[in-house]
């Protein structure tokens, strides 16, 4: 849960996955390493196996996120990096006792951000479609469907 479910892990598998940045799952892994040793010391070498489903899970996250990346607009990513940041500002206040924030709740934010980034609702509330996601809104709103 510690390794694969991190808002740093998922954050920085989507943004290489779009950017080919991959200098946030570096910093991650070096992170890892030394949490793993620490681990290894008290449970032993089947702490190793938990790089099985991390690879796993990142790959699927970095590979949706190459697939995604060509649909979205530049204020998408914006946003998204924007979301990321904060969620790990939150993740160091949480770590040098400042603030607990929930990261793990906040993690959802990062799925939410992108559809609904302040270009695609503004577009939604004013009727001008200009992509995809803002298109089928407005034949929702039209039709009184929820979407």
Known sequence: MLFCASGTGIYGSIVSGMTGDHSILIAKSILDLFTALIFACIL???VSVIAIPQFIIFL????????IFPMTTDTMIADFKACGGFLMLATGFRMIKVKMFP???MIP???????CSMKTLAGITSGYADNLIVRAADVCMK???LF
């Open 44 to 46: 032993g070498g089947v």
């Open 60 to 67: 699927l996250l970095f590979l949706a996120a190459g697939f």
């Open 103 to 105: 990261t793990a709740d």
């Open 109 to 115: 934010a990062m799925v939410i951000v992108m559809p």
């Open 143 to 145: 039709e009184g469907k």
